[in-house]
Nanobody
């Protein structure tokens, strides 16, 4: 069993930055693929970014490519999402999730992920 806890959300002006963290407990994350998803009011949860167990091969949704960076620190059992040049359309609840890397799941598919955090709210507004 893996427990994931997100933090770092908040209110930021357009063009600003935030860094989200996702801390894991229960098991080491070093053998898991980690992903970030988001869900805006009235919309379905969507893929944002994911990273392999080694920290390589990051993948990003087109809407955040070049603005967001996913990274991980396996020694700290934590994954991060650095968000720059934020836009109002980035407003959502952001969730981290993970699945075992030995399983050939798709980074972008919600169904691939076994464990989810409770989410952290990000609001981009002036």
């Amino acid at each position: 069993q893996v427990q994931l806890v997100e933090s770092g959300g908040g209110l930021v002006q357009p063009g600003g930055s935030l860094r989200l963290s996702c801390a894991a407990s229960g098991r080491t994350l070093s053998s898991y693929v980690m992903g970030w998803f988001r869900q805006a009011p009235g919309k379905e949860r969507e893929f944002v970014a994911a990273i392999s167990w080694s920290g390589g091969q990051p993948d990003y949704a087109d809407s955040v490519k070049g603005r967001f960076t996913i990274s991980r620190d396996n020694a700290k059992n934590t994954v991060y999402l650095q968000m720059n040049s934020l836009k109002p359309e980035d407003t959502a609840v952001y969730y981290c999730a993970c699945y075992p890397s030995w399983r050939n799941g798709g980074y972008r598919s919600l169904a691939s992920y076994d464990y989810w955090g409770q989410g952290t709210q990000v609001t981009v507004s002036s």
